[in-house]
């Protein structure tokens, strides 16, 4: 049987179709090449994560609360209770000496409630009282009302210091100013409602003595004024005015802790003064009735926050599992032992971080092809003979120069 004749034709040899590689992005191509140091710990950080478990944390969790707690100080019952018994015999020896200057300045109605506050309060003012020559003087302090609840329990605090602000100045320096007795008005000033403090100050100055003073008896004529009048003897001219003042004041006892000045006893050390008993009196006019004023709710203050320094801070941070803590940041334990994380801050000693952060770093080259990489070799290939090239020119310009 023949075949069709079109079968036997001649016919053009077929060319394969040549393939062209596809365009890679320009985008990936300028992209940086991270480091293999930095890829190998971002997927670390991801199998942290995916493994993180807290029933296989739980021993590490208690231990850490173990240690925690034996970090604390921890008084025995008979130190606790010398202590006790020194503050009573404290606060007893200042009622009496007190009593009599209170009821002239303030009235027989004046209420003076005894305060009671930590025990490290106590102690830091009983240890500055050992170590140091003193005297015990008694001083008023005045304050705002939303300051009484925390020096009442955490004692008066040093301005200036671990992120307390000072709140009216320091024309003598920098420190806690209270008032000699006998001038309650200038911690009145301060004071906002009807309450004030008595406070306690392990006084270590000592009196001043004015120095030597040279007088000059050389007289010298005015250049500035026509003088019809000339001394027949020798006037005395002070040249040294006394220097035992800060401004209108004369500073009377002086010490590096303690300084008596005018009516005001500034203290620069926080263990050297704590609040003994808390000054109530009625206001010396009724106030007139007014309208209602519908009550006001009372501020929302966060749960993580609590009262430090008479103000709301950030309480202590609990242990965590790791984390992520931003779309491209991780938070995992610093060693390959440790399972758990604790937040806090690297420059704060009382609440420091237990972990470190990890960057997020995605494979440049996961879902690429071989074309793909290859036109990416050959880009960086071509920038480092670009780079040599124009550091030997450049160095080649500056020999020439010599």
């Known amino acids: 049987m023949a075949c069709p004749e079109e079968q036997w034709e001649l016919r053009a040899p077929r060319r394969r179709k040549r393939k062209f590689p596809r365009r890679v992005s320009d985008k990936w191509l300028r992209g940086p090449v991270p480091d293999r140091y930095d890829l190998s710990e971002a997927q670390r950080a991801l199998k942290i994560l995916a493994d ?100 009442s329990r955490i004692g008066l605090l040093m301005p200036g210091k671990d992120g307390h602000k000072v709140a009216n100045g320091s024309a003598h320096g920098v420190g806690i100013y209270t008032a000699k007795l006998g001038s309650p008005g200038l911690s009145k000033n301060f004071c906002d409602s009807c309450k004030m403090f008595v406070c306690a100050v392990c006084d270590s100055s000592q009196p001043v003595t004015e120095p030597d003073v040279k007088l000059e008896t050389t007289w010298k004529p005015s250049t ?72 006001k709710l009372a501020p929302f203050v966060p749960d993580k926050l609590v009262l430090r320094h008479h103000a709301w801070e950030p309480q202590d941070q609990a242990w965590a599992l790791p984390q992520q803590v931003g779309r491209r940041r991780f938070a995992v334990p610093e060693t390959e032992e440790a399972q758990l994380i604790q937040f806090g801050d690297d420059h704060d000693p009382v609440h420091p971080r237990r972990g470190r952060t990890v960057w997020m770093v995605s494979d440049p080259f996961e879902g690429t092809t071989s074309g793909d990489r290859w036109v990416k070799r050959r880009m960086l290939e071509r920038k480092r003979h670009i780079q040599r090239r124009q550091a030997r020119q450049s160095k080649e310009a500056k020999l020439e120069r010599f």
């Open 224 to 295: 500035t004024v026509v003088q019809t009048k000339f001394p027949k003897r020798p006037t005395a001219v002070n040249k040294h005015p006394s220097v035992n003042r800060l401004g209108r004041h004369d500073v009377v006892r002086r010490s590096d802790q303690v300084l008596h000045v005018g009516n005001a006893v500034v203290t620069f050390e926080e263990g050297c003064v704590v609040p003994l008993f808390l000054l109530s009196w009625a206001p010396e006019t009724e106030p007139e009735e007014e309208e209602e004023a519908p009550a």
């Open 52 to 151: 993180a478990n807290i029933e296989k944390c739980l021993d590490e969790l208690v231990s850490n609360r173990q240690n925690t707690a034996c970090e604390a100080p921890v008084l025995r019952n008979r130190t606790l209770r010398r202590l006790n018994k020194q503050w009573s015999s404290l606060q007893s020896y200042a009622r009496s000496q007190i009593q009599g200057d209170i009821d002239k300045e303030f009235g027989p109605n004046i209420n003076m409630q005894p305060l009671n506050p930590d025990v490290e309060v106590k102690q830091r003012f009983f240890e500055a009282r050992r170590t140091l020559e003193h005297t015990t003087t008694l001083t008023y302090h005045g304050t705002k009302a939303a300051n009484i609840d925390s020096i």
